[in-house]
């Protein structure tokens, strides 16, 4: 079946630091891959989204492009800010309807 | 717009109750999804339905069960609760084409925590 996998974390990070969230996935097809968020106290939301490889997902300085001769999707920001501190979840979607398959989630907290 | 809404947003059960949480998906959206968060099993799907029909299923036992109605509201039941069903139970809609094709981006709500005891 699908499956994802997604470094552990915590990530911890000084503000302005590169971040890179590593995810891999197994899927038969081709999947659409997503990035979701949840930040503290709120509830999981779309962060950017990639549908057919080589395509590039990005939305508030994060960026992921979809790799499908190393299936990929690693999640790369240049400069964090504390209020990027959160969980990051990487997840694909096969034909099989909205079903969401999720990573196991990476927390981050950036450090001012 | 208001957002994905879920009632209750707390509650505590005992072993053996049943416990019924409640939906309602953004207005138009006619995908709703259930979700379960645990911090040992991750996020794992429950059910999908798109216009009260159920689309998909995940690996639950028959103790979970959902329904939609025709507003696309939905409710999802688990009877005979044990332990291992305390989580955060999330519920998302998705603003499904008009055929049902798939757009993958769902709307989360902040979830139904459940505890039991």
């Known amino acids: 079946g699908d499956s994802v996998t997604q470094m552990e974390g915590p990530v911890t990070l000084s503000e302005e630091a590169f971040l890179t969230i590593n995810c891999t996935y197994t899927?038969?097809?081709?999947?659409?891959l997503f990035w979701y968020v949840q930040y503290p106290g709120e509830g999981l939301q779309l962060l950017l989204k990639a549908t057919k490889a080589d395509d590039k997902g990005s939305n508030k300085g994060f960026e992921a492009t979809y790799r499908k001769e190393t299936t990929s999707f690693h999640l790369e920001k240049g400069s964090v800010q504390v209020s990027d501190s959160a969980v990051y979840f990487c997840?694909?979607?096969?034909?099989?309807?909205?079903?969401?398959?999720f990573g196991g989630g990476t927390r981050v907290l950036v450090k001012p | 717009k208001a957002g994905v809404t879920q009632t209750p947003r707390y509650l505590i059960k005992t072993r053996g109750q049943q416990v019924t949480l409640s939906c309602s998906p953004i207005?138009?959206?006619?995908?709703v999804s259930w979700y379960q968060q645990t911090p040992g099993q991750g996020l794992q799907f429950l059910f999908e339905?798109?216009?009260?029909?159920?689309?998909n299923k995940g690996n639950f036992p028959g103790r979970f069960s959902g329904r939609q109605f025709s507003n696309s509201r939905s409710e999802m039941n688990v009877s005979t609760l044990e332990l291992g069903d305390s989580a955060l139970y999330l519920c998302?809609?998705?603003?499904?084409?008009?055929?049902?094709?798939?757009?993958?981006?769902?709307?989360f709500g902040e979830g139904s925590r459940l505890t039991v005891l």
């Open positions: 998302a809609s998705s603003p499904s084409l008009t055929s049902g094709a798939n757009t993958g981006e769902l709307f």
């Open positions: 899927a038969t097809g081709y999947p659409s």
């Open positions: 997840a694909l979607t096969g034909a099989a309807g909205n079903k969401l398959t």
């Open positions: 207005s138009g959206h006619r995908s």
């Open positions: 339905y798109f216009s009260e029909t159920q689309r």
